[in-house]
C-alpha cells in the first residue's frame, strides 16, 4: 500500500487551494492534510480545519490569528505572521507543500519549504521569478523538487518530461488575452477593477487576474519556465489563444509538435502536480464536437506594454525581482483605486529605472533589494497622484 503523505497548504482559503482541498475531499487517499493557512479568512479556515482536521494553521494577519486563538476550539499549533507561514512550510510530518499564496511575500516561506526538503507543488510565480537562480540552487542542495500548477508550466511539465533537451526548437505557452484582449490602448488605460476582475476564462485570485489583464503574468510564465525546465529565454514564445484549450506546446527541430490540452480548470493540473493520475471527473473531460475554432496571435506590445518591460527587465541582473516587487505594490494600489490601470506599468518601468544596480549577491541582498523596491514603488506611487 501507497504511503499517505502529509500536506499543507499556504493559501488553502485562496482559489487554487480550495480546488486542491476539493480534490484532496473526493480523492480520498494519498495525501494526510497537516496544515492550512489564510491570510485573514478565518471564516472560511475554520470550516477547513473542521474538515480536514489538521495539526497546524498558520494565519497572517496578526488580528485574525488572535481572534482565532480566542475562539479556542483548535486543539493544534496556530502559527501568525508571515515567521507562522515559513514555520508551517517547513512543520514536522508535512513531506508536500503547496504554495497558494500570491505575490511577492512568498518568497521566505517557499525558500523555507526547500530548506526542509519539502516537495513543492508551486502556484505562487513571483518567487521564483524573483530569484529563480539561487531557489534552482537550493532545490539542488536540498535534494528535493517543485511541481508545477500553473497550467502553463503543468502543460511544458508534461511535454518535457522534466528536462529540455537541445532537439527542442521552441516551447510556446499559450495566454487567453485577457479581458482586454480587444480593447483600445486609451481605453485599456483607464479600465477599473471591476473590468480587470472579469476574466473570460479562468476564474482566479484578485491578484493573478490583474496580472493576466495587464500580460505582466505571461511575461513571468516566460521566466518561471526558464528557471524551472532551463529552457533558454530565446526558444520560448507566447502566443494568444483566447479559447485557453492548449496551454503549452513543444515543437522539436524535425517539425514534430506536441500540444497540452484541457479545460481551463486548475483542479486538472493541481491533481497532475498532485500524482492523482487516476483521479476521475466527468465535469472536466472535453467534447471536441462542441468546440468552436481554436484560434492563435501574438501579444500587441503596444497596447499591453508590461509584458515588454518585465521581458526586457531579464537585462538587469535583479531586474525580474524588482519588476515582480513593483507589481505587487502597483496591483495593489490599483484594486485600492489608488491609480488607474495604466499607471501600472508606468511604477514597473520608474522602479526598475530608479533602483541602480549593486555588484552584491545572494539572498541578503535579495530581501535587502525586496524591502527597498517596496519603498521605491509607494514613493512612485505617491509621487503619480499628487
Ligand atoms: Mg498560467
Given at each position: 500500500?501507497r504511503k499517505t503523505k502529509g500536506l499543507a497548504i499556504l493559501g488553502s482559503?485562496?482559489?487554487?487551494?480550495?480546488?486542491?482541498?476539493?480534490?484532496?475531499?473526493?480523492?480520498?487517499?494519498?495525501?494526510?492534510?497537516?496544515?492550512?493557512?489564510?491570510?485573514?479568512?478565518?471564516?472560511?479556515?475554520?470550516?477547513?480545519?473542521?474538515?480536514?482536521?489538521?495539526?497546524?494553521?498558520?494565519?497572517?494577519?496578526?488580528?485574525?490569528?488572535?481572534?482565532?486563538?480566542?475562539?479556542?476550539?483548535?486543539?493544534?499549533?496556530?502559527?501568525?505572521?508571515?515567521?507562522?507561514?515559513?514555520?508551517?512550510?517547513?512543520?514536522?510530518?508535512?513531506?508536500?507543500?503547496?504554495?497558494?499564496?500570491?505575490?511577492?511575500?512568498?518568497?521566505?516561506?517557499?525558500?523555507?519549504?526547500?530548506?526542509?526538503?519539502?516537495?513543492?507543488?508551486?502556484?505562487?510565480?513571483?518567487?521564483?521569478?524573483?530569484?529563480?537562480?539561487?531557489?534552482?540552487?537550493?532545490?539542488?542542495?536540498?535534494?528535493?523538487?517543485?511541481?508545477?500548477?500553473?497550467?502553463?508550466?503543468?502543460?511544458?511539465?508534461?511535454?518535457?518530461?522534466?528536462?529540455?533537451?537541445?532537439?527542442?526548437?521552441?516551447?510556446?505557452?499559450?495566454?487567453?488575452?485577457?479581458?482586454?484582449?480587444?480593447?483600445?490602448?486609451?481605453?485599456?488605460?483607464?479600465?477599473?477593477?471591476?473590468?480587470?476582475?472579469?476574466?473570460?476564462?479562468?476564474?482566479?485570485?484578485?491578484?493573478?487576474?490583474?496580472?493576466?489583464?495587464?500580460?505582466?503574468?505571461?511575461?513571468?510564465?516566460?521566466?518561471?519556465?526558464?528557471?524551472?525546465?532551463?529552457?533558454?529565454?530565446?526558444?520560448?514564445?507566447?502566443?494568444?489563444?483566447?479559447?485557453?484549450?492548449?496551454?503549452?506546446?513543444?515543437?522539436?527541430?524535425?517539425?514534430?509538435?506536441?500540444?497540452?490540452?484541457?479545460?481551463?480548470?486548475?483542479?486538472?493540473?493541481?491533481?497532475?502536480?498532485?500524482?492523482?493520475?487516476?483521479?476521475?471527473?466527468?465535469?472536466?473531460?472535453?467534447?471536441?464536437?462542441?468546440?468552436?475554432?481554436?484560434?492563435?496571435?501574438?501579444?500587441?506590445?503596444?497596447?499591453?506594454?508590461?509584458?515588454?518591460?518585465?521581458?526586457?527587465?531579464l537585462k538587469l541582473k535583479n531586474g525580474p525581482l524588482i519588476a515582480t516587487?513593483?507589481?505587487?505594490?502597483?496591483?495593489?494600489?490599483?484594486?485600492?483605486?489608488?491609480?488607474?490601470?495604466?499607471?501600472?506599468?508606468?511604477?514597473?518601468?520608474?522602479?526598475?529605472?530608479?533602483?541602480?544596480?549593486?555588484?552584491?549577491?545572494?539572498?541578503?541582498?535579495?530581501?535587502?533589494?525586496?524591502?527597498?523596491?517596496?519603498?521605491?514603488?509607494?514613493?512612485?506611487?505617491?509621487?503619480?497622484?499628487?
Open positions: 500500500m482559503t485562496g482559489s487554487v487551494g480550495r480546488s486542491t482541498l476539493d480534490i484532496l475531499s473526493k480523492a480520498k487517499e494519498g495525501f494526510n492534510v497537516t496544515g492550512l493557512s489564510t491570510n485573514k479568512n478565518i471564516t472560511l479556515l475554520k470550516e477547513q480545519v473542521k474538515q480536514f482536521s489538521p495539526k497546524f494553521v498558520a494565519i497572517r494577519d496578526s488580528l485574525s490569528a488572535d481572534e482565532f486563538r480566542s475562539l479556542n476550539s483548535f486543539p493544534g499549533k496556530v502559527f501568525s505572521g508571515l515567521e507562522g507561514m515559513e514555520e508551517l512550510a517547513s512543520a514536522r510530518g508535512t513531506d508536500v507543500v503547496v504554495m497558494a499564496i500570491s505575490g511577492a511575500e512568498a518568497l521566505k516561506p517557499f525558500l523555507s519549504a526547500i530548506r526542509s526538503s519539502k516537495t513543492v507543488i508551486l502556484a505562487n510565480k513571483e518567487a521564483l521569478v524573483m530569484a529563480g537562480s539561487l531557489i534552482m540552487e537550493e532545490v539542488r542542495r536540498y535534494k528535493t523538487r517543485i511541481l508545477p500548477v500553473d497550467s502553463e508550466q503543468s502543460a511544458l511539465f508534461q511535454l518535457l518530461d522534466d528536462a529540455y533537451t537541445e532537439d527542442v526548437h521552441k516551447v510556446y505557452i499559450t495566454c487567453s488575452g485577457g479581458p482586454f484582449l480587444n480593447w483600445s490602448k486609451d481605453k485599456i488605460y483607464s479600465a477599473s477593477p471591476g473590468d480587470t476582475l472579469k476574466h473570460p476564462t479562468w476564474q482566479m485570485g484578485k491578484k493573478i487576474t490583474v496580472d493576466s489583464a495587464t500580460l505582466a503574468n505571461k511575461a513571468f510564465e516566460v521566466i518561471e519556465a526558464h528557471w524551472l525546465f532551463n529552457v533558454p529565454l530565446d526558444k520560448i514564445k507566447v502566443v494568444i489563444h483566447p479559447q485557453s484549450l492548449i496551454h503549452g506546446m513543444v515543437e522539436y527541430s524535425d517539425g514534430r509538435l506536441f500540444a497540452s490540452m484541457h479545460k481551463p480548470d486548475m483542479r486538472i493540473p493541481i491533481s497532475y502536480a498532485l500524482g492523482l493520475k487516476s483521479f476521475s471527473r466527468e465535469d472536466l473531460t472535453t467534447d471536441f464536437t462542441s468546440l468552436g475554432p481554436l484560434t492563435f496571435q501574438d501579444i500587441d506590445e503596444d497596447r499591453f506594454p508590461l509584458f515588454r518591460i518585465i521581458i526586457g527587465s516587487v513593483a507589481n505587487d505594490i502597483a496591483v495593489d494600489a490599483f484594486l485600492k483605486g489608488v491609480i488607474k490601470f495604466g499607471q501600472i506599468p508606468e511604477v514597473v518601468f520608474a522602479a526598475l529605472s530608479s533602483i541602480e544596480e549593486e555588484p552584491r549577491e545572494g539572498w541578503e541582498h535579495i530581501f535587502y533589494l525586496q524591502d527597498k523596491t517596496k519603498q521605491v514603488s509607494q514613493e512612485i506611487i505617491e509621487g503619480l497622484i499628487k
